[in-house]
């Protein structure tokens, strides 16, 4: 009995000391960092993603500016879009401005960009038959044949009412006074000077268009995009006889000929009577047509800088106004 009790104890006592000894194995290994391995390799997998992203966004930075560089707005119920501060020759958005679209009246900005380059604004201008290649139910200043009119009046009745009468008196005074050729029938002097406008949109950078009617009336052959409408824009904000005559909202004019005309601006942006009237807006031109929609091209002065936006494809008259208004807030 004795000694089963003395190996029974042996075996207690050995047990006791191997948990013991265990135990003072862990205590000895618990705050070793074996675990710091793994981490620092997790650290460094994450370095070597960062830098290789980082290496990645290099190398396609022209693939992915425009998604980068614009805070991300969508404009829905337009065509295209883009704003632009002309000062620092930044680009603040855009959106499918390379898409091409129908130019409507845009189109009389380049209409009076080309004539400006060849004519000079104190030009006199007879108003003739080419007023018979105006369309029906087209927007108009109301002057008459035999009517003069200086070139810079023209244009006033251009920016303003967006006469299509007067561009098509403008286009066609300016190509018989440059093809020295006064006899040339006025459908002859409508497609010369769209050869000018189309040879200056090309000067100018405008490598997406096309131009065949010198009032933008929807044709299959005539298209631009935004971006060729912007380069347009930026020149045509430079031009004082321009930039006057798109400002005003209402001015009372005494034509070469003695007869007067009170034209209004169909920028309702410059309407004081309007919902989107702004002070700081200063042209430049609307445009609308069926297959163009309600188009905008607009000029802000804020805070010493100036801003174009254009907006084109607008579902509604309201809709070119309001996306507009959006733009400008949101960039300035």
């Known amino acids: 009995m004795k000694r089963r009790m003395t190996r029974r104890g042996k075996l ?6 191997a948990i013991m000894t265990i ?3 862990n205590a000895v290994h618990k705050n070793k ?4 391995i793994p981490v620092q390799k997790n650290t460094a997998a994450s370095d070597v993603t960062t830098i290789q992203t980082s290496t990645e966004t290099t190398s396609n930075t022209e693939a992915v500016t425009e998604t980068t560089m614009f805070p991300p707005i969508k404009l829905s119920g337009c065509t295209s879009a883009v704003a632009y501060c002309l000062e620092n020759d930044e680009l603040l958005f855009s959106q499918d401005a390379d898409r091409s679209v129908a130019p409507a009246s845009l189109t009389k900005l380049l209409t009076a960009c080309t004539a400006l380059k060849y004519v000079s604004p104190d030009m006199c201008c007879t108003v003739g038959t080419e007023q018979f290649l105006v369309q029906p139910e087209s927007s108009l200043c109301y002057i008459s044949q035999g009517q003069q009119l200086t070139a810079e009046e023209l244009i006033i009745g251009m920016m303003m009412a967006s006469g299509n009468d007067a561009a098509y008196a403008l286009a066609v005074n300016t190509a018989r006074k440059v093809s020295a050729n006064a006899d040339i029938t006025d459908y002859e002097a409508v497609e010369f000077f769209c050869g000018l406008m189309n040879t200056f ?4 950078g405008m490598k997406n268009s ?3 009617t010198p009032d933008g009336w929807d044709s299959d052959n005539q298209y631009t995009t935004a971006s060729d409408l912007l380069i347009l824009a930026e020149y045509a904000a430079t031009i004082p006889e321009i930039r006057k005559a798109a400002s005003f ?6 034509i070469l000929s003695g007869e007067n005309f009170i034209w209004h601006n169909s920028n309702k942006l410059l309407d004081p009577y309007s919902e989107f009237y702004r002070k700081d807006a200063s042209g430049l ?4 047509t069926v297959n163009a929609g309600n188009c905008l091209i ?6 010493g800088l100036t801003y174009l936006t254009i907006v084109t494809g607008c579902e509604t008259d309201y809709d070119r106004y309001s996306l507009t208004l959006r733009l400008i807030n949101e960039y300035t």
């Open 33 to 36: 960092p074996s675990d710091s």
């Open 23 to 25: 135990a003072v194995y």
């Open 12 to 17: 207690v006592i050995m047990a006791f000391f």
């Open 249 to 254: 909202y209402e001015q009372q004019v005494t």
């Open 285 to 288: 031109k609307t445009g609308s």
């Open 201 to 204: 949109a090309a000067e100018l």
């Open 298 to 303: 607009a000029v802000f002065d804020v805070k």
């Open 210 to 212: 096309h131009f065949v």
